[in-house]
């Protein structure tokens, strides 16, 4: 039998089922104690539908920059994942295309926390 792994995910409700944590663990990693997130983001693809199927879950203690920094290195790590993927296909420049997005996504989340914080 093929050896497999274990992903474990605990999220805990307030009384309106909002995260107030989350919390995670793999069987093939080094450390036996829960990881703490503030966040998270899970996507599985459904090859007989061809949909993406996602789970995406924040705590209500996440803040805005923290999110925004949070998809920003979500996006720069998809373009890493897209690169291995398509690695000696003519659509590995897309992998740059992605992180040009996610610069440009985090400078303009910039300037508008700028522009923010001096109407203050």
Known sequence: MAK??????KVGLDDQRVPESIEWNATDTAQERMNKAKA?????????????LRIDLWTKDMMVDEMAEFFFQSMM????????ATQSTPYVSQADDIRDFAREFS???IETQKKEEQQK
């Open 40 to 52: 998270m983001m899970v996507a599985f693809w459904d090859a007989q539908e061809k949909t993406a």
């Open 77 to 84: 790590t998809m373009a890493d994942t897209f690169k291995r």
């Open 4 to 9: 497999t792994s274990t992903i474990q995910i």
């Open 107 to 109: 400078r303009k989340f």
